[in-house]
């Protein structure tokens, strides 16, 4: 069965620094792979995905993903934090025969002026 | 995208009761799933539904206590029938939308069972 590792669960940045949130997955075959953000009191809103092509693949809000193989890992990326960006952020595998996502157990951004 | 929408967006219930929660979907979709998201935990798929077969439920959840209609493409419930303290989470519905590999999700069901 598939799984997701997010190894950081708390992350605190300051304002304008660059942030990296790490995801590793474990998925027998090519993976779907996904992250989203939650912010307090909010749903689920979609930042990037990977399907296949290139590699690194740029989302929403500034945020952009590399997907590396060798590592099974899908680490999320922005250059500079704003203080909007705090929330919750999930990494999600598909399981593409059922169409399911597994979501790791998340990451908390505080960030700090 | 997507726009789906749940209701009700938050409830209060007492232990012993159920709540059911409506998914809406604006187009006719194939698959909607069900997500719990227990106080600061990660979302678990709770349930599989697709128009006209019965719900495909993981491990750990059983249809007496969560279940699910799916009575056309872009509708559907869950029950959370005989609550305890422990159901207290956020419930989610998501779905793919316009042929899309993404799934979006709705605005979730906060649940808080005394």
């Known amino acids: 069965a598939q799984s997701v590792t997010q190894p950081d669960i708390h992350i605190t940045v300051s304002e304008g620094a660059s942030l990296e949130l790490r995801c590793n997955y474990s998925y027998g075959a090519t993976p779907y792979l996904f992250w989203y953000v939650q912010s307090p009191g909010q749903g689920l809103q979609l930042l990037l995905k990977y399907f296949s092509g290139d590699t690194l693949v740029q989302g929403i809000k500034g945020f952009e993903a590399e997907f590396k193989r060798s590592q099974s890992s899908f680490n999320l990326r922005k250059p500079s934090v704003h203080w909007s960006d705090a929330a919750e952020y999930f990494c999600?595998?598909?399981?593409?025969?059922?169409?399911?996502?597994?979501f790791g157990s998340g990451t908390r951004l505080q960030v700090q002026p | 995208s997507a726009v789906i929408s749940q209701k009700p967006s938050r409830d209060i219930c007492q232990r012993g009761t159920s709540l059911t929660i409506q998914c809406q979907v604006d187009?006719?979709?194939?698959?909607m799933f069900w997500y719990r998201q227990q106080p600061g935990q990660s979302l678990t798929l709770i349930a599989t539904?697709?128009?006209?077969?019965?719900?495909?439920?993981e491990s750990g959840f059983v249809i007496d206590k969560f279940p699910i209609s799916r009575p056309n493409l872009t509708f559907s419930t869950l029950t959370v029938s005989n609550m305890s303290p422990e159901d207290s989470s956020i419930y989610l519905c998501s779905t793919h939308m316009g042929g899309e590999e993404t799934q979006y999700f709705g605005p979730g069901t906060r649940l808080l069972v005394l």
């Open positions: 187009s006719q979709v194939t698959m």
């Open positions: 999600a595998v598909e399981d593409t025969g059922r169409r399911a996502l597994t």
């Open positions: 539904a697709n128009q006209g077969s019965e719900a495909t439920y």
